[in-house]
């Protein structure tokens, strides 16, 4: 017994995503079992079962619902008029039981791999031949200093505008960088090739140093200024406020080089500057920004709404941008400026350069884990760990291996550094660590005045 018809329309689809679906109007009985029905509605839509062997066809609703294949229409609960699917649903697909190797290695859905190589081979081959016209322009200074100049300039005017059109178009932030250094890279070599480039002179003669710092302070400015009025790239603001600090040390060593005669007596001097440079980045950062905080009023006063600044948005990351530039040359300078002093063999005493190295390692390591920004504090802990390494070598050629030895040999476990994370140092732990960073820094002034001779100068410029 068939029962009671209902007319019933039916869309028929091979699978779930097909979008043109044949229909047709059909009167089908109602206490049937619709895995009976099935195989008719299929016929009748001339759907071969022979031809979808793993098939598993099954009746929906339009709303998406299953309808059990022991249930019939009544037990469905389908009405006369109701629009019916008969899809070919086989489910999710089976993990695979066989991992194919191949297929993992050149698929490409999670990886981009050949642009991911592009990017580096680009970025390192422009590096590359930067460099490279860096190099032949010095070369060619000692012979003919205006056309070396002209070389690196007319490059460096190239890369300008590759850089100009890479913030145009929101290049990817390597892309940029690339470009940046690649900018200091020729405007050092300009600012040298300008002088004339003499290796033996460097340290000893104020012109190559003082070209460096103009060099630097140019390329600074042209940075900053180009992400004024709300600029948000953070590579470009970093290096720019890393130009112009750098182009101050520098200044300041070509000024003591030219005054003193004496590279040991000038890195003293300019390695006390970069300590002070680095205490006052934070200050300098915020003003540089454009953050001015209004003046605390006395007790009893309330706050002067007319004070009250308009900061940008933008004002906050921008001071922590220019801090990590400020900190990361200043850092920088004082390692190099160290090692100036260290190795110059100038100084008749032998253990005030010694001092001094111990006392810039003792800062840059305390005054490291007390930076809450990952890239100053990165820059300050590694400016640190460069003076330590030069001491190794400084007391290797010295005949005092031990020393050396006692320096190196504990940096093979400097991976536990990471098993002591500033958050867990105790108050009284840190206040004795920002004691020890004051006694450092009341240390390395002295003893660079004193290499300087400083007091002897002033002494006798009032006599």
């Known amino acids: 017994m068939l029962g009671e018809l209902i007319r019933v329309r039916i869309d028929a689809a091979h699978m779930p995503e097909d979008a043109n679906r044949a229909h047709a109007d059909l009167a089908l009985p109602t206490n049937v079992a619709i895995a009976a029905l099935v195989p008719d509605i299929l016929q009748i839509f001339d759907i071969d079962i022979a031809d979808f062997p793993l098939a598993q066809w099954q009746l929906r609703t339009a709303a998406g619902t299953i309808l059990l294949a022991d249930d019939t229409l009544n037990d469905a609960g389908i009405a006369p008029g109701e629009r019916l699917v008969v899809i070919n649903d086989p489910g999710p ?13 050149t ?6 791999g050949i642009g991911t190589a592009d990017l580096v081979v680009g970025c390192t081959a422009a590096l590359v031949a930067t460099a490279s016209i860096a190099a032949a322009s010095l070369s060619l200074s000692s012979t003919d200093s205006t056309l070396a100049a002209a070389i690196s300039f007319i490059a460096l005017l190239a890369v300008a505008g590759g850089l100009r059109l890479a913030l145009l178009r929101n290049a990817k932030p390597a892309i940029v960088m690339s470009l ?49 009025d709300g600029g948000d790239n953070r590579i470009t603001v970093t290096l720019g406020a890393a130009s112009l600090s750098a182009a101050v040390t520098f200044g300041i060593y070509a000024a003591a080089v030219a005054l003193f005669q004496n590279s040991v007596q000038s890195g003293a001097l300019t390695a006390a500057s970069a300590v002070i440079l680095i205490l006052l980045a934070p200050s300098l950062a915020i003003k540089a920004a454009g953050i001015r905080v209004p003046k605390v009023p006395a007790a009893g006063e309330s706050f002067d709404d007319s004070e009250t600044p308009e900061i940008s948005h933008n004002a906050p990351k921008r001071a922590g941008w220019i801090l990590d530039g400020i900190l990361c040359s200043g850092t920088g300078s004082l390692s190099i400026f160290t090692l100036v002093v260290l190795f110059s063999g100038a100084y008749a005493n032998r253990w005030w350069p010694l ?21 100053a504090s990165t820059c300050t802990a590694l400016a640190g760990l460069a003076v330590i390494v030069a001491v190794a070598f400084h007391q290797w050629f010295e005949g005092n291996w031990p020393v050396s030895a006692g320096l190196v040999v504990p940096m093979l476990a400097a991976t536990a550094l990471a098993a002591f994370p500033a958050s867990r140092i105790s108050p009284t732990t840190r206040r004795i660590a920002e004691l020890t960073e004051a006694c450092s820094i009341a240390v390395i002034l002295p003893i660079a005045a004193i290499i300087a001779e400083f007091p002897e100068f002033v002494s006798g410029f009032f006599q």
């Open 93 to 105: 697909v089976p993990k695979p039981r066989l991992f194919d190797a191949a297929d993992a290695i």
């Open 107 to 112: 698929d490409t859905t999670y990886t981009d």
């Open 180 to 228: 940046e250094l690649q900018v200091l890279i020729l405007g050092s070599a300009s600012g040298l090739c300008f002088v004339g480039l003499d290796l033996h002179r460097i340290l000893t003669d104020w012109p190559p140093t003082a070209a460096i710092s103009v060099a630097l302070a140019v390329t600074g400015l042209v940075f900053l200024i180009s992400n004024t």
């Open 355 to 375: 001092g001094m190295a111990a006392a810039v390692i003792v800062f840059c390591a305390i005054h490291s884990r007390g930076q809450a920004r990952k890239v």
